[in-house]
């Protein structure tokens, strides 16, 4: 999607609590960039023909109710980091990565834990990333770690990587960090400076440094 300057950023919800830095790292980022945030969950349980109606007598029970019930805490942990940050909420019938690789369709930013799936589904289909970063129509952020750091903007130099600098760039001013750029293994010191001139001249306000 086209980059815009009140980007939609879409995360992809699971029961896991890497799914959860994911969200908060999210509703950060929304706040920093003047986003707005859209929280998905991926219905799997229907693909699997498995019953998911509520117990007669117990509201809020069964797989489509613990769905909903994730969403809405989800967006509770995003409201705590950013109270200001507009939150939508979506359950969507479906595998993973064709529900997120559609939901990419409408965003500037796919947002990911760091494995990617509930703990139960981890079990049958494994991580999703890989194939979701390969897929997707938007770039991907895959949260691991620590979420509060505060260090430079990385990015990778690739000699074809001008929407790459561009977007290094405006994160590294929304944030008020550098750039820290990384040039291949046999880069020359005249090279490293000739890629670090131009990366300059393309990030426009921030100061990159290169290793």
């Known amino acids: 999607m086209t980059h ?11 029961d896991a609590d890497e799914s959860d830095q994911a ?6 980022h929304a706040a920093t960039v003047g986003g707005a ?3 998905v969950h991926a219905f799997v349980w229907t693909e699997l023909d498995v019953n998911v109606d509520p117990i007669s007598g117990m509201p809020g029970s069964g797989f489509r109710g613990a769905a909903d019930t994730l969403l809405r805490e989800a967006a509770e942990l995003a409201r705590e980091r950013a109270p200001e940050v507009e939150i939508t909420t979506e359950v969507i019938d479906g595998n993973s990565v064709p529900v997120l ?3 990419s369709q409408g965003s500037d930013l796919l947002v990911l ?3 990617g799936l509930g703990r139960l589904m981890t079990l049958i289909v494994g991580s999703k990333s890989l194939a979701l970063a390969a897929r997707a ?5 895959v949260v691991r770690g620590n979420i509060d750091g505060d260090g430079p903007v990385g990015l990778v130099h690739h000699e074809t990587s001008t929407e790459v600098i561009s ?3 405006d994160l590294a001013e929304a944030y008020g960090r550098d750039i820290h750029l990384v040039v291949r ?8 400076q000739e890629i670090l001139a131009a990366t300059a001249r393309g990030s426009r306000s921030a100061t990159p440094r290169s290793s």
């Open 4 to 14: 815009t300057a009140a980007p939609r950023i879409t995360v992809g919800v699971f």
């Open 23 to 28: 969200v908060r790292w999210a509703a950060s």
């Open 37 to 39: 945030l859209h929280l």
């Open 101 to 103: 690789v559609h939901a």
């Open 113 to 115: 834990g760091g494995r």
């Open 137 to 141: 129509r938007c770039p991907v952020v």
């Open 167 to 169: 977007r290094a760039a």
């Open 185 to 192: 293994p046999g880069t020359s010191p005249d090279q490293a």
